[in-house]
């Protein structure tokens, strides 16, 4: 960890904030197995117990745990799975992970992986979702960061070009923001004002007893939209009563600097776009506004963006592998930026976030040209110790699902407590 | 789940029918003309010339055999190993010799048996799972012509069948496959009409539009910002490519904006004067205001005693008024109240023991109340009211007050106010109304307690800009008297009694609002909710207007022309742009309200199917000048109906959004333009493709179209012909007989605009390489033959579902509708009246409206589970679908199956 001499150290208020979070989250677990009659050891080794408590409370573990999962549409050319970390070329579609760019595959775990859904089928398999179950993400924001101001934020670049339904957005939390300044003014922006007293608690109150009212009036496998909303609520309650806290963090301190334009119709500048958007997912990180972040760059259907005369859907498509591979190679840039904001930037404890982030990259099916479903390019990278170190690549015949159980594992969750099907992480090999 | 044949104890079976009927039957037509004159060719290749004929209809029929193209599957019905069966005759064939055992009634394409899947046949036959190796070893139906010699041998001497027969009716049944074992999603079929039905109990979240516009009904002044943009409440969720809230959570992401919003609009709120629509000088009275001229319209309903407590709770524990109306504000703009819109009803039982009463809206006296006539209250002056006065009182400590009011605006256009209170000066406010209405209004006051001094009513000119021109408030009528009892609304209460009584009803209030949403995309006024609270939905006709003015409301007309951008996907044309400087944004704004004004045209004037083979369009200024139309609105925004008798142009199909929508930068997109014309005009489900296999044949293509590219020579249509239906790949499933033949609707640009004619056909400059990108600057005025030589709609009859080897099958039975050119595939479709038609309206309609499909053919992947439909739910929906095909049939008109849609049962009466 020399490299974080060399970094940014976060203001004392970061640094305060995430220390009483991290205090609390602890008492409240430790309040928690002392009110259950659960002991330690019992918790350990029980996957159940451990599934469901250990999970929850995550963050009571002394470093913060996070994840960001970054979506490129359409898989990826035959050649992007290097065989090793410094064997990429200039033209190969990896280009930009390695030596002669930002040189992140060193920590990279290059994946080929079924994503089950051959095509246009769906996107949500790209988080281990399909149209019923919930995605890693919106499970994971409450485990990893049960006092988060936010459970996740999900950020996109065209990612909502061809509609809003569950076949091209990716994630069951909630719609994507494409636009960064609404995304900047949404987590950096003023703090609400919440008034001088209590009254707000009888607001709350209110809407949570409507709640109760109509979810008695709804059948029992429709009361997860109203846990949903209830959870909603009381995250913005605690996130107002935290903001009158002292400890709440100094937001100016993270906030990153937009350009004053920018615009996402090209693929150049979609990439250029997909960077800001990734500066406020590293920005809130480094806050500790969220432990989990989503960006959905394109979609499988997505038109927004043009590349050599083609819209983005056709220059999958139609323009063959001269037109789509070259798109690709330059879209991968955004995963190697990203990376290496991570490696670059520091959290409280005055570590790169990359020590404490999983960066996982996904996609919706194999090779766009195709439409095939296996080979899906997925990756790994970071710098947690519970994940295994370096540089790997290899092709499975496992599952999107199961990659996303690998990764639950090395977050410390039990996959079993998601929703992946069953998956266990077949032979994907990450931890 | 479609079909399946059962050949044991078939023989026996159609040894059975056999009679007289099929015995005598003519062999098959040789004639390749349908009855309904639709087009049979079997032509594999849409460009390639066939002869033709005209039938009786005007519908052309060619018995070409120059297919040029071999089968791509073992669907096709394959002229090779001397097969020669025809789809076409075999329908007529089948119909006269096998139908009497073999029926598929509710024309699924699945012949189920014994009422089953709602077929009344003997003979089950499952067009997806032929074969019955149990009973015939080596009959495995895995080819059209083992079938046809099933038929022959099996069948034919028992129907008089012979060999072309047999062949007819093997191709007839093998262009039925759909991929789909077992019946159909058809097979639910109304069979008590006169019934009570219901529809499904749900709980939407508002969409962004119905947020916005439901905020704006709980202010006196316009709303400080757009609330339906994403930057304020975020992107809607898509249901079938419409906005739909009906499974959505309201999420943490969804919930921080509203927050936001509240917050905002709080401020506002508070700050700006006039923006609320009553008064708020001291907490007691602002919150019963609060309550009832706010909170009442937010939450749709009446507020229960909890919920008022809350309230008022609220004002009490605040530091200041100001902060009291503010977390008041915010509690009722977040409350769960608001943001959902309930649909789910209550307990039929339930609501006839406990009907809704309307809190105050409608209260009785007990006994005969005191009541004095034809007072006048001058500004600034007031009437008081003691034991001894005239008019006087006694009061109990429970007493109600009815006043019956008009105003008159003063010359400074300032309504009146009347306060009530108590006491001998002005405070004790009991109720400050703002008198704004011209003919007589009855407002009730309720009195808890024996008031301390008169009760005074006072023409408040100091609530009303301290106007000194107010003019007096006429009073029709003041009665007090002991409180009665509230009264309940006058249900329905015979339907109520013969529904089901553990079925969901709507109460009067959620009736209201559903109504209101259905068809304003708008929560319900104050006004609405008052009526319906007082009984009028109950009554047919006074019903049916309140359903009319909604729909002709100015919300209501926005509403409508939303849907036809939303379902033409039309709307999303202002974020597209292309290599064309005359493509303006102004240009394309223009677009889109084009296709708004054509559906809004047939909403309120009927005749839906002219809105796809109508000669008419319409038009503002800047359009009349980029399609080089004259006859357009004066200004841009300006529409105007206008001929396009002459013209290539009219409908929703032949028109620049629909065209430019579906174009790359500097080219059309015949593969979208079909593939969207077959999803949002028939409602066509097309196959997803799935891994595509490299091959020989594919690089071949590419190569082909490469060296065509390079020499310029080559149209848009063959571009994407060539390398997409290629014998023998998977890629030929959809694009053989299902998209391709579909190009001769590319007459149109990449932006719009009509392409040439030259030497009467229509031409385009050839696609070639600029910078490694193909655009169409190459060779000048190339024939595209696809339009100038007609091309075909295949398997144009089915509605939901389209397999490949349905539309290959249709296509190599020559079984295709003709048409040159967009604005003529618009009018074919509407002269052949083809089902898809209705079904889209119906289903587009349906899902606007209630938020839910009536089909399971239009079932979303996300809509499983129990937001699918159920057996039951799909016996239920065969009946609404009936009566609004009945409607629709009426005039097609699509306000007519909008009002069925809201006026029946199902409606109100859910499970």
Sequence with gaps: MNDSKKLPQPTDKIAEAQRKDIQKSRRKFLDLVAKSGIGSATLKYSSLLGGVMTARYASAADAPKRVVYLYIHSGAPEDWRPSSASAITTNQSSYHYGPGSYNVAPICHFRGVDTEVSGHGGARQALGGDYSRNTVDADLGAILGPRSYYSSIYLGSNASDSGTGAGVIISSAGQPEDDPRRALTRYFGAVPETGKDDTYLLSFDAQKRALENIKAKLSTDEYTRVQTHLTAIGKIESRIADLANASAPDLNACKPTLPGTYDDTTNAAMVAHAKLQADILVAAFKCDLTRVGVLQIGNHNGSGWTYRGFDGHSAAHSGGASVWNPMMRDKFEVPAYFIKKLMDTTDSTGQPLINSTAFVQVTCFGNGLSHASTNAPFLLATKMPSFKPGFSSKGTASTSRDFHAEVAKGLGVDPKGLKLGGATGGDVGLV | ?911
């Design chain 2, 1 to 911: 789940m479609r079909k399946i044949l059962i050949m044991g104890m078939l023989s026996a079976m159609l040894a059975a029918c056999s009679g007289p009927g099929s015995s005598s039957s003519s062999s098959s037509s040789s004639s390749s003309s349908s009855s309904t004159g639709k087009t049979s060719s079997s032509s594999s290749n849409s460009s390639s010339s066939s002869s033709s004929s005209s039938s009786s209809s005007g519908k052309t029929s060619s018995s070409s055999s120059s297919s040029s193209s071999s089968s791509s599957n073992s669907s096709s019905t394959s002229t090779s190993g001397g097969f020669s069966g025809d789809a076409t005759r075999g329908k007529a064939t089948f119909a006269s010799k096998c139908s009497r055992c073999h029926k598929d009634d509710n024309g699924d394409g699945y012949f189920g048996a014994g009422g089953t899947s709602g077929d009344s046949g003997i003979g089950v036959i499952d067009p997806d799972k032929l074969g019955s190796p149990s009973d015939y070893p080596a009959y495995d139906g895995r080819a059209v012509t083992q079938l046809a010699s099933f038929i022959k041998t099996s069948m034919g001497p028992l129907a008089n069948c012979d060999a072309q027969c047999a062949q007819d009716a093997a191709a007839f049944i093998w262009s039925l496959k759909d991929g789909q074992e077992g019946p159909g999603a058809a097979v639910a079929s109304c069979s008590n009409p006169s019934a009570i039905h219901y529809g499904k109990r749900v709980l939407h979240v508002l969409t962004s539009y119905e947020y916005h516009n439901s905020l704006g009904k709980l202010f006196a002044l316009p709303l400080p910002n757009d609330y339906s943009l994403p930057g304020k409440v975020g992107l809607d969720t898509e249901v079938a490519r419409l906005p739909n809230h009906s499974i959505e959570a309201v999420n943490e992401s969804r919930l921080n904006k509203y927050y936001d919003n509240a917050s905002e609009i709080a401020s506002w709120a508070i700050s700006t004067r006039g923006a609320l629509p009553f008064a708020c000088d001291d907490a007691v009275q602002c919150s019963t205001d609060f309550i009832n001229n706010f909170a009442y319209v937010a939450y749709r309903r009446a507020l229960t005693s909890v919920e008022q407590a809350e309230i008022t709770s609220i004002f009490a524990g605040a530091p200041t008024l100001e902060d009291g109306l503010k977390w008041a504000l915010r509690t009722v703009l977040m409350s769960p109240n608001f943001l959902y819109r309930s649909e789910l009803g209550t307990k039929v039982a339930d609501l006839l023991k406990n009907p809704v009463v309307s809190q105050g809206t409608k209260y009785e006296f007990q006994g005969t109340p005191k009541t004095f006539s034809t007072l006048s209250i001058q500004r600034y002056n007031r009437i008081s009211v003691t034991v001894t006065s005239n008019p006087g009182y006694q009061w109990t400590g429970k007493d109600l007050i009815a006043i019956t009011v008009k105003g008159v605006k003063s010359p400074k256009n300032n309504w009146p106010v009347l306060t009530i209170g108590t006491g001998f000066d002005n405070a004790g406010v009991l109720k400050r109304l703002t008198i704004d209405h011209t003919s007589y209004r009855t407002y009730y006051i309720t009195i808890d307690k024996v008031p301390n001094g008169p009760v005074y009513f006072l023409n408040d000119a100091s609530f009303a800009n301290n106007d000194y021109e107010m003019p007096p408030i006429e009073i029709s009528t003041i009665s007090f008297g002991v409180l009665g009892q509230s009264k309940p609304v006058q249900d329905d209460v015979a339907k109520l009694m013969a529904a089901d009584q553990t079925a969901y009803v709507l109460d009067p209030y959620e009736y209201a609002a559903a109504l209101s949403f259905a068809l304003t995309g708008s929560a319900p006024s104050k006004s609405l909710l008052d009526a319906a609270v007082a009984g009028e939905l109950v009554d047919v006709t006074k019903r049916e207007a309140h359903v009319d003015a909604l729909i002709d409301s100015a919300l209501g007309k926005a509403h409508v022309e939303r849907l036809a951008g939303k379902w033409f996907r039309t709307d999303a044309l202002s974020e597209k742009t292309r290599n064309d400087a005359e493509f303006t944004p102004e240009v394309r704004q223009s677009m889109m309200q084009e296709i708004r004004e054509i559906y809004k045209h047939v909403f309120y004037n009927g005749d839906f199917p002219s809105m796809y083979a109508g000669d008419f369009t319409f038009l503002d200024s800047t359009l009349s000048t980029f399609y080089k139309l004259p006859g357009g609105g004066n200004t841009p925004g300006s529409f105007r109906l206008v001929s396009t008798a002459n013209s290539q142009r009219g409908g929703v199909i032949a028109s620049g959004a629909y065209m430019a929508y579906n174009a790359h930068m500097d080219y059309s997109s015949p593969i979208q333009r079909s593939a969207h014309f077959r999803q949002d005009v028939l409602c066509q489900s097309i196959p997803l493709p799935v891994n595509l296999e490299d091959s020989q044949e594919r690089e071949a293509a590419a190569q082909l179209v490469k060296s065509r590219v390079e020499a310029g020579d080559i149209t848009t249509t063959d571009f994407y012909d060539i390398q997409t239906n290629i014998p023998g790949s998977s890629c030929a499933t959809c694009h053989n007989a299902i998209i391709n033949p579909l190009f001769g609707m590319d007459d149109f640009d990449h932006v719009g605009r009509l392409r040439p004619r030259v030497n009467n056909k229509v031409v385009q400059d050839g696609l070639t390489f600029v910078n490694g990108v193909a655009v169409p600057k190459g060779k000048a005025n190339l024939d595209i033959t696809q339009v100038n030589n007609g091309s075909y709609l295949y398997a144009y009859n089915i509605v939901g579902t389209l397999s490949g080897s349905k539309a290959d099958a249709a296509k190599a039975a020559g079984d295709g509708l003709k048409f040159n050119g967009a604005k003529d595939l618009g009018k074919v479709i509407v002269q052949n009246d083809l089902p898809g038609i209705s079904a889209c309206l119906i289903e587009k309609s349906t899902r606007y409206a209630l938020g839910y499909s009536l089909d399971k053919a239009f079932l979303d992947p996300v809509e499983n589970g129990r937001y699918g439909i159920s057996n039951g739910q799909a016996a239920e929906f065969a009946c609404i679908k009936k009566e609004l095909s009945s409607a629709y049939a009426r005039a097609k008109s699509p306000r007519d199956v909008v009002k069925a849609a809201v006026m029946s049962d199902t409606f109100r009466f859910r499970k």
